[in-house]
């Protein structure tokens, strides 16, 4: 629903900040971030993209990324507020020069650069790294640990290896849209499946490392075509190109799912081109 005009400015703020956290999974809702959207509010960019949050979410995944990478030092806030106001700064020109000159989406484009770039300040610097969690066992695989591993999936997309994460995330989904849900539960659980099927480490699969950029490129895709081929060809694709990453030695992010994204958008725009000039004119 778009944001009332006459709603309090607290409310409107509050408002565009979920709908930061939303965006994340390509949605509008606010029931499903704070700086960038700050930055973008005083920047004068469109009211219209601040409210439904596109000027959130990349500022919310960089701030998630740098908590998850580095203990607690003043250094942190001072990197989360830094990266969130370059993220806004990166996406309103890619925004304007896309609706004027037919550029690509940017999706999350913005925080993989700049994430790319802190990670490889935070080791260049040799700066403290958070300590990693010990990770469990690699359990026995059935159905619980399946179904376990396609929530963590979900989880994922904002760091989260906790099914009930996941769960809440679906559940969220499904408030917004019953078929993005869906597509979202395929896309995780292709993740899944492709990792075992290859051999790819176990404990990544049942971790959900596989799933998050499937998921994400099934819902972005669904979102614009009916037909359920694209939203599969996409999820086949970010999992395809995800290995790929680790052979260049760069963390993935969110990238396998933006690429895909790309691909698949350049390629429809070139066959209904094609179709276009082949089609006889009276």
């Known amino acids: ?40 509010q005083h920047r004068g960019y469109p009211p219209a993209d601040i409210a439904i949050g596109l000027y959130g979410y990349n500022g919310i995944l960089l701030g998630l990324l740098l908590s998850l990478k580095l203990p607690w030092t ?8 830094t990266s969130a106001t370059l993220s806004s700064l990166l996406l309103a020109p890619w925004m304007r020069r896309m609706r004027k000159h037919g550029w690509l989406p940017a999706f999350t484009f913005p925080f993989v650069l700049l994430g790319w770039l802190l990670l490889a300040l935070v080791t260049q610097l040799q700066l403290p790294l958070a300590t990693p969690t010990s990770a469990p066992g ?39 849209d019953g078929r993005t849900a869906l597509w979202a539960l395929l896309g995780s659980s292709g993740g899944f499946a492709l990792a075992i099927f290859h051999g790819w480490p176990s404990d990544g699969a049942l971790a959900g490392l596989y799933g998050y950029n499937a998921t994400l490129a ?63 004119r009276v």
């Open 218 to 280: 099934a819902i972005a895709l669904a979102q614009v075509h009916r037909s359920p081929l694209i939203p599969a060809l996409g999820i086949l694709l970010a999992l395809l190109l995800q290995p790929g990453f680790n052979a260049l030695g760069l963390p993935a992010l969110t990238m396998p799912f933006i690429l895909a994204c790309w691909l698949i958008r350049a390629g429809t725009q070139s066959w209904q081109k094609a179709v276009k000039d082949s089609t006889p």
């Open 74 to 81: 003043p250094l942190l806030p001072v990197l989360i507020i």
């Open 138 to 176: 690699t359990p026995e695989l059935n159905l619980l640990q399946l179904m376990l591993a396609v929530l963590r999936g979900l989880g994922q997309v904002i760091f989260l290896d906790s099914p009930l994460a996941g769960l809440c995330l679906l559940i969220g989904l499904r408030l917004a």
């Open 1 to 40: 629903m778009p944001p009332l005009p006459t709603s309090h400015p607290a409310r409107q703020s509050l408002r565009a900040l979920l709908c930061g956290f939303a965006q994340i999974f390509l949605q509008q809702s606010p029931g499903c971030g704070l700086t960038s959207m700050l930055i973008a």
